[in-house]
T-cell receptor
Framework: AQSVAQPEDQVNVAEGNPLTVKCTYS??????LFWYVQYPNRGLQFLLK??????LVKGSYGFEAEFNKSQTSFHLKKPSALVSDSALYFC???????????FGKGTKLSVKP | GAGVSQSPRYKVAKRGQDVALRCDPI?????LFWYQQALGQGPEFLTY????????KSGLPSDRFFAERPEGSVSTLKIQRTQQEDSAVYLC?????????????FGPGTRLTVL
């Protein structure tokens, strides 16, 4: 069965510092991996996805993610965090032929000034 | 253009009542998904439509849950005889194509509270 794990419930970063939000996956076959962000009382917003090709994927708002097949990881990164990046981040894998997403439990990112 | 919209945004129901949650996907999007997000958890898949056809309903937790998309656009998720464990945020998402690597666009959700 497909699954993703986000080992950290919360990540705290100072503004201007680099940030990493971790995600590992377990899939059979080639993974389609996604990152979404959720702000309070709002739906999930798509950040980026990995389908195939370059292991470094660039997405919205300066975020990027690195796909590592040997470590089965897909960590989200940003070189310089902003206070406005504070939100809940979800990693997901495409779980079926129709593309229903299987989400991790989420990581709360807190960026302090 | 307009994104995915859902109504109502908030719904309070007494245990045993029936509720209907509406989703308006992005125009032209073929695929439509419903998810349930419990407090402090990631969304969990409920059901999937390709146009008007419900191709996967494996995530529906019980036969009290029913979804439809009769004309291939607007979808309704109905919950009969609501129970307290049904309290959650119900998210609708749509995507343009039918492949499993298309990104999904989510609505703001309907927060259901069952008293």
């Amino acid at each position: 069965a497909q699954s993703v794990a986000q080992p950290e419930d919360q990540v705290n970063v100072a503004e201007g510092n680099p940030l990493t939000v971790k995600c590992t996956y377990s899939v059979s076959g080639n993974p389609y991996l996604f990152w979404y962000v959720q702000y309070p009382n709002r739906g999930l917003q798509f950040l980026l996805k990995y389908i195939t090709g370059d292991n470094l994927v660039k997405g919205s708002y300066g975020f990027e993610a690195e796909f590592n097949k040997s470590q089965t990881s897909f960590h989200l990164k940003k070189p310089s965090a902003l206070v406005s990046d504070s939100a809940l981040y979800f990693c997901a894998v495409s779980g079926g032929s129709q593309g229903n997403l299987i989400f991790g439990k989420g990581t709360k990112l807190s960026v302090k000034p | 253009g307009a994104g995915v919209s859902q109504s109502p945004r908030y719904k309070v129901a007494k245990r045993g009542q029936d509720v209907a949650l509406r989703c308006d996907p992005i125009s032209g999007h073929v695929s439509l998904f419903w998810y349930q997000q419990a407090l402090g958890q990631g969304p969990e898949f409920l059901t999937y439509f390709q146009n008007e056809a419900q191709l996967d309903k494996s995530g529906l937790p019980s036969d009290r849950f029913f979804a439809e998309r009769p004309e291939g656009s607007v979808s309704t998720l109905k919950i009969q005889r609501t129970q307290q464990e049904d309290s959650a945020v119900y998210l609708c998402a749509s995507s343009l194509g039918v492949t499993s690597y298309n990104e999904q666009f989510f609505g703001p959700g309907t927060r259901l509270t069952v008293l």
